[in-house]
Every structure is written in structure tokens, then in C-alpha cells.
């Protein structure tokens, strides 16, 4: 069935985006839970918690090349019915092993979605002949804030676990029945490998996504446990903390499309960049409940833009085709939720949460600062 309408395809992907967000926002106050149950350590989370990352960067490659040959609506149905089936089994894995694999699971069906709704955002952003992006990418943080908010709220409130997964999986469920039918059936051409090595600006691209989702990713995987853990806050209010980021980077990017017109995408990521790494520094450095959940709020104004014009400045490139390019950011980008709480874990282990945090910092001001270098290389 064709779409009926493009508002009804901007609509949808919208809700594409809104799916994902949800998900990996609804597992973050989930998280000090299953670390608490499986005795793991900083470290041994770490290693689990890679499980996640390394089954979202090995589907989105395949992700890319599926859709040609399915349809970016088909690949998009299955990879949500992945997602709706792995997020209550985290809840139930009764092994870190069994744990781990659920985790790359999960992952994999993110992942697969990510690729391929933002191969479809370009399209109907195009179509549109006017910017989109960021208010598709807002959509996203809108599901952040939405799971993120309504799993704390049911875990405060005692909802067990498992019930709480449920209701998750149900609001999910409502949402693709009812967008599903007006995504875009047709298949987007990928001629060339399943995944191009990126050269070039890409690659410049690439990095600084690597860099910004690394930040996400560990506002998603250690918010919770740093507020839990180094602030002492009770474990059923810690999912606050990625809550309020998620807030404020969907009211960043509802108006990022104006914002980003207004300043220009290098000034966004400048700005951008020095906001979210001060706000990983405040967060760190002041022993306040309160202040962390400020600097959380820095962070996700710092970080909401950045993303959307990275994958905007992908499309705009000459040096590969852009379907190639897209896949390929996206696959090297979200290599930083892979290699992200990962190294974090390890590196909070060897020296403490606070300090890795304190090189998230480091590395964002270092994106702040490579963003006219990577404007002049676009035509």
C-alpha cells in the first residue's frame, strides 16, 4: 500500500524515529537493575553492555543493503518486531551470558532501524524540499524522554520489572500498527559493498559522530549508575537523570531545524560541542544531585543538533554516493555506543566513573573544534 499522502510519510517517519528512541531510553533505568542481579562489576557491565553496541554496528551495514532488496517499509516492520520481542527478555536473562546475548539482539534490531529510517528521513526530506532532519532526530529524543520517563515512573510507583517491559512493548506496538502502513515501500538503491570504507570528509564526518554518540551512549548506559553509585541517589529515581537529558535535547531539536538555519550547521556544532562538555564537567565536578541533573540538561541542548547536521552535511558531500555515505556514518557513528560504554566502563574501573566522564568532555570540545575545518571541506 502507498503512502496517502507526503504529510502521511513525514508522519510516519517521525514515528520511525520516535520507536528506537523509545526502546534504548526504556532499557536505561533498567540497567543498575541488571547490574545489581548479575553481581557485575563497572568493568564486567562494561563488556556487556557491548553486546549491545556490537549488534547495532554489525546489522546497520546489512541494514543498508537489505533495504534494497525489501524495502526500506518491510526491513523497518521486522527490525521493530525485534525490538518488541528482545526488550522484556532483558528483563527475565538469568545469566550474564544469556544477558549479553539478549543485549546484542536488542541491539541489532535498533541498529537495523537507525540505518534504515534515516536512509528514509533523507528521502522524504528531499521530497519535502525544505530542512527536516532535525525535527525527525527530535522525534527520537521525544521517545527517549517518553521511555525513559514512563519506566522510572512505573518502577517508582513498584511496577515489577517485567510488567513494566510489557507496557513498554504495548506503547510500541501502537505506535508502529498505526505509522507502519504510510512508510515508504519503495527500495533505496545501494550500489556498491555493504559497507564502504568512508575517505575524505566522510570519514572527517564520521569521526565526529563516533565522538557525539559516544556521549549519548553513555548518558544512556552510566547516567543511571553514576547518580546510583557516585551520588547516592536510590536506584528507582536514578533513570531521572538520562530523563532530563532526553527532555532537553527533544526541546533542542524540536526547534533545531530554525536554529540551524538561523546559525549555520558550523556555528550549531560549535556551540553545540562547548555546551555538552560543560555540562558533562558541571555533572562531574559538583557533588549535587541537582547540579547533575543541570548538567544533563547542558548536555542534551550541547548534543541534540550536532547529530542532525552531521547526517544533513553527509547528504550534502560529493566524495561518495550519498546512500553509501549515509550508511556508512551511521555504522562508524554508532560505533561510539559500541566502543563507548565499553571504554568508559574500563576506564572507570582503572581510574573512576567521574574521570571518564571528564574525557567524554574532552573529546566534545574537541568536535567544537573541528567544525570549520570540516565546513570548508564541503562544497
Not at 25 to 54: E, I, N, T, Y
Not at 71 to 98: D, K, Q, Y
Not at 201 to 220: D, K, N, Q, R, T
Not at 271 to 279: E, H, Y
Request: net charge positive; glycine share 10%.
Amino acid at each position: 500500500m502507498t503512502p496517502s499522502s507526503p504529510r502521511a510519510q513525514q508522519h510516519a517517519t517521525r514515528a520511525a524515529f520516535f520507536i528506537p528512541g523509545f526502546a534504548t531510553a526504556a532499557w536505561a533505568p533498567m540497567v543498575p537493575f541488571a547490574k545489581a542481579k548479575a553481581g557485575l562489576s563497572d568493568a564486567s557491565l562494561g563488556g556487556l553492555l557491548l553486546c549491545l553496541g556490537l549488534g547495532s554496528l554489525l546489522a546497520m551495514p546489512l541494514a543498508g543493503a537489505l533495504t534494497a532488496r525489501l524495502g526500506s517499509r518491510r526491513l523497518m516492520i521486522a527490525t521493530t518486531a525485534l525490538i518488541l520481542l528482545t526488550l522484556p527478555l532483558l528483563t527475565l536473562a538469568p545469566t550474564p551470558l544469556a544477558l549479553g546475548a539478549t543485549l546484542f539482539v536488542f541491539g541489532a534490531g535498533v541498529g537495523a532501524m537507525d540505518c534504515t529510517m534515516n536512509m528514509q528521513a533523507v528521502a522524504v526530506e528531499r521530497d519535502a524540499g525544505r530542512p527536516m532532519m532535525s525535527g525527525f532526530h527530535a522525534f527520537y529524543s521525544i521517545g527517549g524522554f517518553v521511555g525513559a520517563g514512563c519506566m522510572t515512573g512505573l518502577l517508582v510507583l513498584g511496577t515489577p520489572l517485567w510488567l513494566a517491559s510489557l507496557i513498554a512493548v504495548a506503547a510500541m506496538l501502537l505506535v508502529a500498527l498505526l505509522s507502519a502502513p504510510h512508510w515508504r515501500p519503495q527500495r533505496i538503491l545501494h550500489d556498491g559493498p555493504m559497507l564502504a570504507v568512508p575517505h575524505g570528509v566522510v570519514l572527517f564526518i564520521s569521526v565526529l559522530a563516533f565522538v557525539v554518540f559516544l556521549a549519548e551512549g553513555s548518558m544512556l548506559d552510566w547516567s543511571a549508575v553514576f547518580l546510583a553509585e557516585v551520588r547516592q541517589v536510590p536506584r528507582d529515581q536514578a533513570g531521572a537523570g538520562f530523563a532530563v537529558f532526553t527532555l532537553a535535547m527533544t526541546a533542542m531539536r524540536l526547534f533545531g531545524d530554525g536554529i540551524v538555519e538561523r546559525l549555520g550547521r558550523t556555528r550549531t556544532i560549535v556551540i553545540g560541542g562547548i555546551t555538552a562538555a560543560a555540562g558533562f564537567a558541571l555533572a562531574t565536578l559538583v557533588p549535587s544531585f541537582a547540579m547533575a541533573l543541570v548538567g544533563y540538561v547542558l548536555v542534551g541542548l550541547g548534543c541534540a543538533n550536532i547529530v542532525p547536521a552531521l547526517f544533513s552535511m553527509a547528504g550534502q558531500q560529493r566524495a561518495m554516493p550519498e546512500s553509501i555515505a549515509i550508511t556508512a556514518v551511521t555504522t562508524l557513528g554508532y560505533a561510539g555506543i559500541l566502543a563507548g560504554p565499553a571504554a568508559i566502563g574500563a576506564l572507570a574501573h582503572a581510574t573512576s566513573l567521574g574521570f571518564a566522564f571528564l574525557c567524554v568532555a574532552a573529546m566534545l570540545l574537541g568536535v567544537a573544534a573541528s567544525a570549520r575545518s570540516l565546513a570548508r571541506r564541503l562544497p
